[in-house]
């Protein structure tokens, strides 16, 4: 089928951007070395974790509301969003001068809420999925008449979310491959569109959470499938089936859709803090999870990989930094037993100091039933230098004729 068919056009996002001009902000592209070496090829990274609202959403959101009847701007807006929509239309509502409900799951992380809200936004708690929230939106639209403002199922939705595209297209003229992370399918359509008509050679791959992936489903049927359920840390990917435009969209123009496990979501955060130095979301960091597992020679550079979101609850982001580090081996948690006398401790304690293991948490247990009556079990808690230096610490153990069985 021939892009102009398709639900929105490159000239639909030339007008969005032409209407977005001095309200969104152009976000950097960063040069990754870390990932250049990991991939084998130039890697970068397209910043919209830097964007207005913490997020690409704004450019969406306002696009949409900017055109708006005077009428329906009268009536205001309603949305459902786990928290990067709800902020992008907050925004968009108070720089419009909109009177703005949103909805959000219970359960919502506080910092989101919070920045909903203080953009003015009236806020509602619902359900525990977008998709609750988008029934109770679409109820709420039927009884007031607010304008329901969708996270990705509507062409200017994906037409703002598409201004993206072009930034990296201009940035990295001679882009070979775009990564990006996908819920819904508003920006990876968005970005599709605008790359594919430029640069029809170039790989525009999406990447979802290994359980909430409603897209490799829905390809392989042919149309949108919902899932039955979801459960993934990445909550602003976490969408149970795709829109119909932007599924028209990706079905055509989109090369691939790769699935990441919730270890590869903590690894990658961890990761852009302590390589690029940058805060992303899980759902933000979403092809980067992807990039750092596939080895050299998997995609062809210069490779965009786009962090799409950066609001994240500093509670999960401390989560997900243990996560992390036990995921890289950087956290060892065993239990081991040992005579119950004086001494066993300092030696087991002795040893690790020897491994240069850091000892963060010791346990001691004397009720579990197959112990000995001469036995107690100790569970353990290192920190170590990675994957390695795990090995090699419980190595040294069993040398020494300790028996650590893995937590």
């Given at each position: 089928?021939?892009?102009?068919?398709?639900p929105?056009?490159?000239?639909?996002?030339?007008?969005a951007?032409?209407?977005?001009?001095?309200?969104?902000?152009?976000?950097?592209?960063?040069?990754s070395r870390?990932?250049?070496?990991?991939?084998?090829?130039?890697?970068?990274?397209?910043?919209?974790?830097?964007?207005?609202?913490?997020?690409?959403?704004?450019?969406?959101?306002?696009?949409?509301?900017?055109?708006?009847?005077?009428?329906?701007?009268?009536?205001?807006?309603?949305?459902?969003?786990?928290?990067?929509?709800?902020?992008?239309?907050?925004?968009?509502?108070?720089?419009?001068?909109?009177?703005?409900?949103?909805?959000?799951?219970?359960?919502?992380?506080?910092?989101?809420?919070?920045?909903?809200?203080?953009?003015?936004?009236?806020?509602?708690?619902?359900?525990?999925?977008?998709?609750?929230?988008?029934?109770?939106?679409?109820?709420?639209?039927?009884?007031?008449?607010?304008?329901?403002?969708?996270?990705?199922d509507?062409?200017?939705?994906?037409?703002?979310a598409?201004?993206?595209?072009?930034?990296?297209?201009?940035q990295?003229?001679?882009?070979?491959?775009?990564?990006?992370?996908?819920?819904?399918?508003?920006?990876?359509?968005?970005i599709?569109?605008v790359?594919?008509?430029?640069?029809?050679?170039?790989?525009?791959?999406?990447?979802?959470?290994?359980r909430?992936?409603?897209?490799?489903?829905?390809?392989?049927?042919?149309?949108?499938?919902?899932?039955?359920?979801?459960?993934?840390?990445?909550?602003?990917?976490?969408?149970?089936?795709?829109?119909?435009?932007?599924?028209?969209?990706v079905?055509?123009?989109?090369?691939?859709?790769?699935?990441?496990?919730?270890?590869?979501?903590?690894?990658?955060?961890?990761?852009?803090?302590?390589?690029?130095?940058?805060?992303?979301?899980?759902?933000?960091?979403?092809?980067?999870?992807?990039?750092?597992?596939?080895?050299?020679?998997?995609?062809?550079?210069?490779?965009?990989a786009?962090?799409?979101?950066?609001?994240?609850?500093?509670?999960?982001?401390?989560?997900?930094?243990?996560?992390?580090?036990?995921?890289?081996?950087?956290?060892?948690?065993?239990?081991?037993?040992?005579?119950?006398?004086?001494?066993?401790?300092?030696?087991?304690?002795?040893?690790?100091?020897?491994?240069?293991?850091?000892?963060?948490?010791?346990?001691?247990?004397?009720?579990?039933?197959?112990?000995?009556?001469?036995?107690?079990?100790?569970?353990?808690?290192v920190?170590?230098?990675?994957?390695e230096?795990a090995?090699?610490?419980i190595?040294?153990l069993?040398?020494?004729?300790?028996d650590?069985?893995?937590?």
């Amino acid at each position: 089928m021939a892009s102009q068919a398709l639900p929105v056009s490159v000239d639909d996002v030339l007008a969005a951007r032409r209407l977005l001009e001095g309200v969104v902000r152009p976000t950097p592209l960063e040069h990754s070395r870390g990932l250049s070496e990991r991939v084998g090829a130039e890697t970068y990274l397209k910043c919209e974790n830097l964007q207005r609202a913490g997020s690409f959403k704004i450019r969406g959101a306002y696009n949409r509301m900017a055109r708006l009847s005077d009428a329906e701007k009268a009536r205001g807006v309603v949305c459902a969003s786990a928290g990067n929509h709800a902020q992008g239309v907050a925004l968009a509502a108070q720089l419009l001068g909109l009177k703005a409900t949103v909805f959000m799951p219970v359960g919502a992380p506080l910092p989101k809420l919070q920045a909903t809200r203080g953009y003015g936004a009236q806020v509602e708690l619902y359900g525990t999925t977008i998709d609750d929230c988008l029934v109770k939106a679409k109820e709420f639209e039927q009884t007031t008449g607010a304008v329901l403002i969708h996270p990705f199922d509507h062409a200017h939705i994906v037409a703002g979310a598409g201004t993206c595209g072009l930034e990296i297209l201009e940035q990295c003229p001679d882009v070979r491959t775009v990564i990006v992370g996908t819920g819904g399918g508003g920006l990876i359509s968005g970005i599709a569109t605008v790359v594919k008509a430029h640069r029809p050679e170039v790989t525009v791959l999406g990447v979802q959470a290994e359980r909430a992936a409603a897209y490799p489903p829905s390809l392989a049927a042919g149309h949108p499938v919902p899932l039955a359920r979801m459960s993934t840390m990445a909550d602003g990917i976490a969408v149970g089936c795709p829109g119909e435009v932007p599924y028209a969209i990706v079905s055509h123009l989109v090369d691939g859709i790769r699935t990441v496990t919730e270890e590869q979501f903590s690894r990658a955060v961890l990761y852009l803090l302590e390589r690029a130095k940058l805060v992303a979301e899980p759902a933000g960091a979403a092809s980067v999870a992807a990039l750092l597992d596939a080895g050299k020679g998997a995609f062809e550079g210069p490779v965009v990989a786009v962090l799409s979101g950066g609001n994240i609850d500093p509670l999960l982001l401390l989560r997900i930094i243990r996560h992390g580090l036990t995921a890289a081996g950087r956290y060892l948690q065993f239990r081991v037993r040992v005579p119950d006398r004086p001494g066993s401790l300092a030696a087991l304690l002795d040893h690790l100091a020897k491994a240069e293991a850091n000892v963060l948490e010791i346990e001691h247990v004397r009720t579990v039933v197959p112990l000995g009556i001469d036995e107690v079990e100790i569970g353990v808690r290192v920190e170590t230098k990675g994957a390695e230096h795990a090995a090699a610490v419980i190595a040294d153990l069993q040398a020494q004729g300790f028996d650590p069985h893995l937590d």
